[in-house]
């Protein structure tokens, strides 16, 4: 018989989970110094029919006071033996066919499924769901998991109907509850014989449960004919009998034959009232002398089987199942054919079988429920709905705390329930101080208030910091206040504070002050720089710039190498943005010949000027050189612009910007024009002819669109209206010749082709670019063509062929020379990137070829970074550079390439003086080649040679010997002041002396006496510091020192700033670890005192909460007592004695326990031990 137990979902979600606080194990006590035996911790396996102990009734139950609703979820558990199951391959248990077909089911029937084998390999089956959906699991599973047996039940033909039903109700009815398929024979069918197919159980079930709906019509009257031939043949007498209704069943019998046996062995019918009567009477119907043995049969069959309800409150069924149904599973295991079933919501619990094993595991039941009213208790308390999540707290760290800390469980409704009942449950000292926590949060959480600060967007992640390092320190400081920052994508400005109304008021204060300051610091100014300063502002190594961000305390941006753009932003206070600015153009004009002008313009004029998204002044600023105009910000009132750049084209910016101003004021007309980008250049023309013809002819200013500009054809005419009109005619004119595409050719010889199509078609597009997007065609290599193909505007071909003709007469007239320059110069001539070789090709329009390098002979000995200049040049192959272009072009170019060699000159300096020009580690003369950009060689010290000679560009030489001449004369004159010095010294000895009292140390100061003067002066001003200075202790709990010193000391060295005092902590292994040492003069030492005492105040609060809070989080150690139920307090720190039984096999005469330190009886993989003896646990295998 398998044993099917009813679990309610809560319970037996607790028991799966493994979350129960406190497990409970029947009877048997939990207290600390309570030894159980070895069978009471190693229970073995249940034998049959093994009797339980019997105990007395349970103490007084307690009265429930919320009756839930009963939940629709159920548990059943059922078992298929070895013989019975279907797939028997346990290799593959959990993964094949058995697997499979649960989880089909699962999916079909909406039911939950788990498989367990048991020893004997009987299949242990556990189908949890509602009522309806286990059913049909059950009876697919039995189907498909468990081999299937057949039988036969014959009942009179007219009583197969009652086992139909209406509409085939009770026989659906039939087959869910027994899980058998059950065949009847249709009514023209003159067999009586029902099939039932199913398992074994299954069968006998619904083979009972026919004989029962049978035999109830048998007893209404519904006899068949035979029986009631039999029985009317004999005088027979009735007597009544009252049994219990629930015992009627087993009178029945399974399959209805206890009522055939009764029958068969003394001829007495038993007729039974219907099922769904009230009714308890039996009637008895035979001869009077067999009355007797019958009434004795139904009387003992009646007692065979008994059902006992023992009352115990809904709130302790789960701990009365136990953790993962250990005590319930005890008492099922013990007495298997005891049914116990648990309901949901109710105070009572069904036990079902033969008497003796009830009464037997009513007696435990009691017994576990005596014991737990003794040691449980359970509270409730109203807790409105919207704290429940603060209760529980993020990923449920506030809820699991306490229930820790308390060993009581927290029942906390779901949000779907809305319902404010919180149940705490558990050991009654445990749930009343949960209860008041719980009420105290409730209490802090009232009194709490939220604010919303508004802080732009982008100031965000600025206070967050990286990592959400700085928004962790205020955080700290305001442990008590929820900071909550919007999503990014939310492009909300909201920052909600929450918290205690004085803590969030204070914090918003705080945060407030950060924004300021963030606000104050975010000012931005862009400062226009010429691109080829940039690399001077940046500095070797970054040295320049990161100066000046430090000093100005700003952030200084500049564009990337491959941006056109000339602006370097600054942000940070105005006034430091400012001071930066004035740095950075100091720079710029120092080196290059800058001239700054101001123009007064009226302000009403600066828009207009200006012109849409800058058109206006950007052409100006393109004529004129690239020079930078500045107007003054909107709403200033200035009517000063400002002009900078070289002084000859500042002056001719100025005359243009004037002149546009006028023409403005007197008669200021705007006409714009469409044309494809394409065209623009071709407008243009090469070096801008077209465009200043157009403009010379009308005197109107022409604006075509920059790169950035959105509409890319747009082309702005600006001046008088008259002046307007005419260029915007002349414009559109040529714009309407370019839009007619005509198609021409000219023949090109093919030598010359290569030259057009190479390096991807280069010159092409530039022809592309230059005239107006016209198309050129080239024959394809190998087709001994010609012709050359070219399709675009009129005007764009006949310009686009001009040019090619160009290109062609160049190449034919093209000539190569040879340039022989050592090869070690070759890479200083191409420059960084090879800029100096490509301006070259492109001033001169040649092309010039560098030779492959040769490394096979043996360079000229180095030193001090240079090769010596001594050895004589002698050309190479590896030396010649070869110029390929025009004849006259190719002679620029080649004095360009020469320029560009570096010379070598002598320079007289004293021997003496070498070192002190070469510097420390060679910093000195490093320093004068970066700057003057030149190589500066210095012969060996054994040669004493009174020359350096330096070497480099025709145009750096200049500065770098007047640069190195000067520095020699610093060198000179700093010599002399050292003979003067040393002259003094020998001559007149001028010493002053004094003494420091508390020391009486002398102090001897020599030099010059104006120098000593002032040394002693500054001297005397600090010792009379230092005395008035005092040094006092203060002692400070160990644990808050790391935060007072803050990450990397910058909290401390913030706090010493402010107090001028100095703060020495101790040392680690300190004889006074929390002695803290605090110099400085009288007052601030007391200032900085009480401020460190506050800091520990409010530190401390926090390191308390946080060591209980990691007593309680931290797990148990192996070897100390923390955590878990067994840890208690052990106060004198040894190790913990760990899992200890009485009565164990190893505890015998004679027997020992296995030693863990013992490599004999632990041995390391890999390596055997032989066994010295046997122990109680049998032979040791490896």
């Known amino acids: 018989m398998s044993s099917v137990a009813v679990l309610t979902p809560e319970s037996f ?74 797939y028997k391959d346990n290799s593959q248990f ?100 029902i099939r039932i197919t199913g398992t074994k159980e299954g069968i006998e079930k619904a083979r009972h449960e026919i004989l029962l709906i049978s035999a109830e019509q048998v007893s209404r009257g519904y006899l068949s004919k035979p029986l009631f031939t039999y029985i009317i043949k004999r005088k027979t007498t009735t007597i009544s009998v009252e049994v219990k209704k629930s015992q009627h069943k087993y009178i029945i019998g399974p399959k209805g034959n206890t009522l055939q046996e009764i029958l068969e062995t003394t001829g007495v019918s038993v007729e039974m009232p219907p099922l769904d009567s009230g009714s308890e009477t039996i009637i008895l119907r035979g001869e009077p002398d067999k009355l007797g043995p019958a009434l004795t049969q139904v009387y003992a069959k009646a007692k065979s089987v008994m059902v006992v309800e023992v009352t115990a409150p809904a709130w302790l069924h789960r701990f009365i199942i136990g953790k993962k149904g250990q005590n319930i599973g005890r008492i099922t295991q013990q007495l298997p054919r005891v049914h116990i079933e648990f309901t949901d919501g109710e105070e009572r619990i069904s036990l079902e079988g033969p008497t003796e094993e009830v009464e037997q595991a009513q007696a435990q039941i009691q017994e576990i429920i005596k014991d737990l009213l003794v040691r ?271 002084a000859g084209e500042v002056e001719k910016a100025k005359k243009q910007l004037l002149q546009l101003a006028e023409e403005k004021q007197v008669n200021n007309f705007t006409a714009e024009l469409q044309a494809k980008p394409e065209y623009h250049k071709f407008l243009i023309g090469r070096g801008g002819a077209n465009i200043r013809r157009v403009r010379d002819r009308t005197g109107a200013r022409i604006i075509f669109p920059s790169p950035d500009d959105t509409e890319q054809e747009l082309i702005t005419i600006v001046g008088k209206e008259e002046a307007v009109r005419q260029a915007q005619k002349e414009l559109e004119s040529l714009v309407k010749n370019l839009d007619d595409v005509v198609e021409d050719s000219m023949v090109v010889d093919v030598r010359h082709h290569r030259h057009f199509v190479c390096r991807r078609g280069q010159v092409l597009r530039e022809l592309a670019e230059e005239y107006g997007g016209v198309a050129v065609s080239f024959p394809r290599t190998g087709a001994n063509s010609q012709r050359v193909t070219l399709k675009g505007a009129k005007d764009c071909v006949e310009a686009a062929k001009k040019r090619i003709q160009e290109v062609i007469e160049d190449l034919e007239s093209q000539v190569s020379v040879e340039v022989a320059i050592p090869q070690r110069y070759h890479r200083a001539i191409m420059g960084p990137k090879g800029c100096r070789i490509q301006h070259i090709t492109r001033e001169h329009e040649v092309q010039i070829k560098f030779p492959e390098r040769e490394d096979s002979q043996e360079a000229p000995p180095q030193e001090n970074g240079e090769v010596s200049p001594e050895a004589e040049f002698v050309p190479r192959k590896c030396d010649i550079i070869t110029i390929a272009g025009r004849a006259e072009k190719c002679e620029l170019a080649k004095a360009a390439l020469l320029a560009l060699v570096p010379i070598t000159e002598d320079v007289e300096v004293s021997y003496e003086l070498h070192r002190y020009i070469i510097g420390q580690k060679g910093s000195g003369i490093r320093k004068m080649m970066e700057e003057y950009e030149v190589n500066i060689w210095v012969p060996q010290p054994e040669k004493q040679l009174d020359v350096i000679k330096v070497t480099g560009l025709v145009a750096n030489m200049e500065r770098a010997k007047q640069g190195l001449l000067e520095r020699v004369k610093e060198l000179q004159a700093e010599q002399e002041d050292r003979q003067q010095f040393l002259r003094s010294y020998l001559c007149d000895m001028f010493l002053f002396c004094f003494f420091s009292p508390p020391s009486q140390d002398l102090i001897v100061i020599s030099g010059y006496e104006r120098n000593v003067e002032e040394a002693r002066q500054a001297i005397q001003q600090l010792v009379a510091e230092l005395q008035e200075m005092v040094s006092q202790d203060v002692h400070l709990d160990p644990r808050t020192h790391a935060r007072i010193i803050g990450a990397r000391g910058k909290a401390i060295r913030k706090l010493m700033e402010e107090f001028k005092v100095d703060i020495r902590f101790p040392q680690p292994g300190s004889g006074e670890p929390d002695k803290v040492t605090v110099t400085g003069l009288p007052e601030t030492v007391d200032n900085a005192i009480d401020h460190l005492l506050n800091l520990e105040e409010e530190y401390m609060l926090s390191v308390t909460e946080t060591e209980t809070l990691a007593a309680y989080m931290k797990p148990p ?31 015998a005469a004679g027997n020992k326990a296995p030693d863990m330190s013992s490599a004999e009886d632990f041995p390391t993989f890999g390596t055997g031990v032989a066994p010295k003896q046997t122990s109680a646990w049998g032979p040791k295998k490896f």
């Open 376 to 646: 449980m208790d359970y509270t409730e308390v109203i807790i409105d709905q919207r704290f429940h999540r603060h209760l529980i707290g993020k990923n449920g760290a506030n809820i699991n705390r306490i229930k820790e800390q308390y060993k009581v469980s927290v029942r906390i409704p779901q949000d779907s329930e809305r319902s404010g009942l919180v149940r705490i449950e558990g050991d009654p000292k445990g749930v009343q101080l949960a209860r008041r926590e719980l009420i105290e949060m409730v209490q802090r959480m009232e009194n709490e208030r939220t604010k919303d600060l508004i802080v732009e967007q982008k100031f965000h992640r600025t206070i967050i910091g990286q990592k959400g390092e700085k928004i962790k320190e205020v955080r700290d400081k305001f442990p008590e206040v929820i900071i909550n920052f919007p999503d990014p994508a939310q492009k909300s400005d909201i920052v909600q504070l929450r918290g205690p109304k004085n803590e969030v008021e204070k914090c918003a204060k705080f945060l407030q002050k950060i924004i300021a300051d963030l606000i104050e610091n975010s000012f931005s100014l862009s400062v226009p720089i010429f691109k080829q300063f940039h690399k001077n502002i940046i500095g070797k190594g970054g040295t320049n710039i990161k100066k000046i961000r430090e000093e100005t305390n700003t952030k200084i941006d500049l564009p990337t190498e491959n941006s056109n753009s000339e602006m370097i932003v600054i942000t940070g206070k105005k006034s430091n943005c400012e001071a930066a600015r004035e740095r950075i153009l100091a720079i710029q004009r120092e080196l290059a010949n800058i001239k700054e002008t101001e123009v007064a313009i009226p302000a009403k004029l600066h828009n207009s000027l200006i012109g849409s998204k800058g058109c206006l002044v950007r052409s100006i600023m393109e004529d004129c050189g690239g020079v930078h105009i500045h107007f003054p910000s909107e709403g200033s009132g200035s009517d000063k612009v400002t002009i900078r750049g070289p």
């Open 94 to 193: 959990g993964e094949g066919e058995e697997a499979k077909v649960c989880l089909d089911i699962m999916q079909r029937t909406g039911a939950h499924i788990e498989l367990s084998l048991a020893k004997d390999q009987g299949l242990s089956i556990m189908v949890t769901g509602k009522l309806d959906s286990v059913m049909k699991a059950r009876k697919e599973i039995v189907a498909r998991l468990q081999t299937q047996a057949s039988a036969t039940v014959a009942i009179p033909k007219e009583h197969h109907r009652f086992v139909i039903g209406k509409n085939g109700e009770k026989l659906q009815e039939l087959e869910l509850k027994t899980a058998t398929k059950i065949a009847i024979p249709r009514p023209d069918d003159p067999s009586a014989n």
């Open 1117 to 1147: 150690s192996r070897y100390g007592g923390g955590g878990g139920a067994g840890g208690g307090d052990d106060s004198s720190g040894g190790p913990a004695k760990g899992f200890v039984v009485r009565d164990a096999p190893w505890n």
């Open 13 to 86: 979600a607790e028991h799966r989970s493994g979350l129960k606080d406190q497990e409970i194990t029947g009877c048997v006590p939990e207290d600390e110094a309570y030894i159980p035996t070895y069978l009471e911790a190693f229970p073995p396996l249940p034998e049959k029919g093994a009797p339980g102990e019997k105990a007395g009734e349970p103490a007084s139950a307690w009265g429930s006071k919320i009756r839930p609703i009963k939940a629709s979820v159920i548990t059943q558990v059922f078992h298929v033996p070895l013989e019975e199951r279907r």
